[in-house]
């Protein structure tokens, strides 16, 4: 698979290095969470190949960080989302989710 994320978007402190490639829909999600108050440090996961009818960005909290799973319409891609208040980090990622749907 071809890396395909924008140079410059994994860039700082917050993002794991050792898995750099991002899905093409979660790139606006994580171009907000290097800018979200609260996060500490963006984990990079697995992507699975999937048909989904709707795209979409699911949170859940784990034991000790938060669960975020992006949906597009041909695959599926998880992160793992560090930060000292979950409840703040969510209602934060909510907030964006509705003002970026209206775009």
Known sequence: ?????P???????????SHSTVIKGAEPFIRFLGKCPGVKKVTIGVITPAQCRKPSI???ETH????????TNT??????????????????????????EGK
């Open 75 to 100: 695959c599926i891609q998880q992160f793992y989302i560090h930060c000292h208040d979950k409840q703040q980090v969510i209602q934060s990622i909510e907030d964006w989710k509705l003002t970026s």
């Open 58 to 60: 699911r949170v859940k």
């Open 1 to 5: 698979m071809k890396n395909t994320t």
């Open 64 to 71: 000790f960080s938060l669960e975020a799973v992006v949906k």
């Open 7 to 17: 140079k410059g978007l994994l860039r700082g402190d917050r993002f794991n290095q």
